[in-house]
């Protein structure tokens, strides 16, 4: 697994959409995940796909967002529509090349992004 690179933060009005991507290399032989982390929080679960192509979301974006991966680019994206101001956060692509139980948890995953902010303003 190579590094990773999140692109596609910015600021936007709730209501808004945007889409957020991260080169990956070795992407295909992961799996991979969205975090976010607010100021004063701890970092969450945002979204994950496995290798297999199976994907969960927290249920805050449920509806909202949409993870998917393409392995033939080594891209992940994050399509987020319907932001809210509760959406703020910096955004982390990351991924696991190891098998494990629990995808939804951060300490599973042993590379990161650099992150990108989203700032959904009210």
């Known amino acids: 697994q190579g590094q990773l690179v999140e692109t596609g933060g910015g600021l936007v009005q709730a209501g808004g959409s945007l889409r957020l991507s991260c080169a990956a290399p070795?992407?295909?032989?992961?799996?991979m995940a969205w975090f976010r982390q607010a100021p004063g929080k701890e970092r969450e679960f945002v979204a994950g796909?496995?290798?297999?192509?199976?994907?969960a979301y927290t249920d805050a974006v449920k509806g909202r967002f949409t993870i998917s991966r393409d392995d033939a680019t080594n891209t992940l994206t994050l399509q987020m529509n319907t932001l809210k101001p509760e959406d703020t956060a910096v955004y982390y692509c990351?991924?696991?090349?190891?098998?494990?139980?629990?995808?939804?948890?951060?300490?599973?995953?042993?590379?990161w992004g650099q992150g990108t902010q989203v700032t959904v303003s009210a």
């Open positions: 990351a991924a696991c090349d190891r098998p494990t139980s629990n995808l939804r948890e951060s300490a599973a995953y042993p590379y």
């Open positions: 070795g992407l295909s032989d992961s799996h």
């Open positions: 796909v496995s290798i297999f192509g199976t994907t």
